[in-house]
T-cell receptor, first 112, second 111 residues
Framework: EAQVTQNPRYLITVTGKKLTVTCSQN?????MSWYRQDPGLGLRQIYY???????DKGDVPEGYKVSRKEKRNFPLILESPSPNQTSLYFC???????????FGDGTRLSIL | DAKTTQPPSMDCAEGRAANLPCNHS???????VYWYRQIHSQGPQYIIH???NNETNEMASLIITEDRKSSTLILPHATLRDTAVYYC????????????FGTGTRLQVFP
């Protein structure tokens, strides 16, 4: 089944403790993105990748890192999480810039 | 990418057609219109997209005005399961993969 898989789905952690949210897609898609969603603000793009080893900042990249060492995986790294990064996170992928995005089921992060 | 404007909320009776408008008055000639929806806090789900012509699939129809400055997503027979936030996005098929979702329209389908 074609899908975008995020892990973990839920995480409660403390300020400053490094964490990684993994994202994997099995559709051989070129393009991958990370979004965060906060009440009243809709979906905001954090980072995107248009190919292996190619990543670019979205609208809210501060406090996040990403890597794209292989086509299927696009992990989101929070080196020193802070409470303002408490949010619902979505990973997405697509084959080309015309094709629509496929989204994962989301990761709910709580930073205490 | 062109900016889109959607009403924050709409209601629709079950079984009736839901018509969700989107204004994109600054759209350029090669920009596509995409619609997604998000049910509760699930991942957004793609519905339909188009460039100039009206489009229809098993989920919905997309009507784009001749000047392309606005579009309407039509759910022909809304059900309670169509209650969701609907996002209209405009973007070109080249350049970067930056996307702006906005806050969408919250559609409430009532019995």
């Amino acid at each position: 089944e074609a899908q975008v898989t995020q892990n973990p789905r839920y995480l409660i952690t403390v300020t400053g403790k490094k964490l990684t949210v993994t994202c994997s897609q099995n559709m051989n898609h070129e393009y991958m993105s990370w979004y965060r969603q906060d009440p009243g603000l809709g979906l905001r793009q954090i980072y995107y990748s248009m190919n292996v080893e190619v990543t670019d900042k979205g609208d809210v990249p501060e406090g996040y890192k990403v890597s794209r060492k292989e086509k299927r995986n696009f992990p989101l790294i929070l080196e020193s999480p802070s409470p303002n990064q408490t949010s619902l996170y979505f990973c997405a992928s697509r084959k080309s810039l015309i094709q629509p995005q496929h989204f994962g089921d989301g990761t709910r992060l709580s930073i205490l | 990418d062109a900016k889109t404007t959607q009403p924050p909320s709409m209601d629709c009776a079950e079984g009736r057609a839901a018509n969700l408008p989107c204004n994109h008055s600054t759209i350029s000639g090669n920009e596509y219109v995409y619609w997604y929806r998000q049910i509760h806090s699930q991942g957004p789900q793609y519905i339909i997209h188009g460039l100039k012509n009206n489009e229809t699939n098993e989920m919905a129809s997309l009507i784009i005005t001749e000047d392309r400055k606005s579009s309407t997503l039509i759910l022909p027979h809304a059900t309670l399961r169509d209650t969701a936030v609907y996002y209209c996005i405009v973007r070109a098929p080249q350049g970067t993969d930056k996307l702006i979702f906005g806050t969408g329209t919250r559609l409430q389908v009532f019995p």
